[in-house]
C-alpha cells in the first residue's frame, strides 16, 4: 500500500463507526495520523484502539458537534496533538424521516446544526491550519443534496446547502492552495437509519426514487473515494460533488 499520507494529519468527523471509521481505516493504512471525532464514546474508543493496534498514530476526541464550541475545541486539539492539519472529512451526519407536517423543530435544528453548521464551523476553524499545509476539505453530501427526497426534507435540505457551501467556499478559496469538494454517496450498508423512526404508512412509490435499483454499497467503496479526493492525485479537483451513488442520480 502506498504511504502517500506519511506524515499528514487527517481529522475525521462521525469516525466512530460507518463510512467515517471505513475512511479512517483507509486513511490509516496510507500512513496518516488521524484524529477522529464523534459522540459515541464506545465505539469511538473501539475504532481509535483498532487502528492504533495496527500502528497508525491515532487519537480520538469524544464531542457533540451539534455545538459550535465543540468543533472549534476539536481542531484545536488535532493541531495540539500533531502540530499541524493536512485534510478535514466531514463526514458525520443525522438523520430522520417523516412527513413535512410531522417534523419537530427538534429535528429540524439537530439536522442543520450536525449536517450543515458543523461542517462550517469545523471548516472555519481549520481553514488558517490548511492554508499553512496546503492541504483540503471534504465534505460528505449525499445524493439527496441532489435530487429531491420524500420524508427526509430537512436532511435532503441540509446536504443541498451543504454542497452548495462546498462549492461557494472553493470559490472563495480559489487562489489560496487549499481544495475543498464534496463527496456524494447513494446508499450504503451502514447504521445511520437504526434506531430512527420511521413511520410505516409512507408512501414507498415516492421513495423508490431514491432507494436506487442496485443493492446499497459497503462504505468502503465510498470512503476509497473521499480518499482520493483528498490525495494529491486530486489535484486538479476542486470545488466538485463527486457522486458515489450506484447511479441515483443518473437520470
Ligand atoms: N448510509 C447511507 O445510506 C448514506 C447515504 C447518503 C449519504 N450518507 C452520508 O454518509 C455520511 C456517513 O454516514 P453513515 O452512513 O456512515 O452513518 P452513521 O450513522 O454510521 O455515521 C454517522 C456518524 O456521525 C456521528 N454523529 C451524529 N451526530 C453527531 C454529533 N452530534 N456529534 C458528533 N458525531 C455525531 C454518529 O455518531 C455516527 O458515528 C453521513 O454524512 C451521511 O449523511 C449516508
Known amino acids: 500500500m502506498e504511504k502517500d499520507f506519511d506524515g499528514k494529519v487527517v481529522l475525521i468527523t462521525g469516525s466512530a463507526r460507518g463510512l467515517g471509521a471505513e475512511t479512517a481505516r483507509i486513511f490509516a ?13 464506545d465505539r469511538l474508543e473501539q475504532t481509535r484502539a483498532e487502528l492504533a493496534a495496527t ?13 459550535r ?28 424521516f417523516g ?28 481553514i488558517p491550519h490548511l492554508l ?14 441532489q435530487i429531491g427526497c420524500a420524508y427526509i426534507v430537512p436532511y435532503s435540505a441540509s446536504k443541498g446547502g451543504l454542497l452548495m457551501m462546498t462549492k461557494s467556499m472553493a470559490m ?11 463527496v456524494a454517496p447513494g446508499t450504503m450498508k451502514t447504521e445511520i437509519g437504526e434506531g ?7 408512501d414507498v412509490e415516492l421513495m423508490v426514487r431514491y432507494s436506487g435499483v442496485r443493492p446499497p454499497s459497503e462504505a468502503k467503496e465510498v470512503a476509497e473515494l473521499i480518499v482520493f479526493t483528498a490525495s494529491d ?6 470545488g466538485a460533488c463527486l457522486s458515489a451513488d450506484g447511479g441515483v442520480t443518473a437520470g
Not at 472563495?172 to 464534496?182: F, V
Not at 492525485?233 to 476542486?238: F, L
Open 99 to 126: 412527513r413535512v407536517t410531522d417534523v419537530p423543530e427538534a429535528d429540524w435544528s439537530i439536522i442543520m446544526a450536525v449536517n450543515l453548521s458543523a461542517p462550517f464551523w469545523f471548516s472555519q476553524a481549520a
Open 55 to 67: 500502528g497508525a498514530p491515532c487519537q480520538a476526541m469524544v464531542a457533540d458537534i451539534s455545538q
Open 196 to 202: 430512527v423512526h420511521r413511520p410505516d404508512d409512507l
Open 29 to 41: 493504512s496510507r500512513g496518516a495520523s488521524l484524529f477522529l471525532v464523534d459522540v459515541l464514546a
Open 233 to 238: 492525485r486530486a489535484s486538479a479537483i476542486h
Open 172 to 182: 472563495e478559496y480559489m487562489k489560496a492552495g487549499i481544495r475543498i469538494n464534496a
Open 69 to 96: 464550541a465543540n468543533c472549534q475545541a476539536a481542531v484545536a486539539a488535532a493541531v495540539k496533538a500533531y502540530g499541524r492539519l493536512d485534510v478535514l472529512c466531514n463526514v458525520a451526519a443525522a438523520l430522520r
Open 132 to 145: 499553512e499545509t496546503n492541504g483540503n476539505i471534504v465534505n460528505v453530501a449525499s445524493q439527496a443534496a
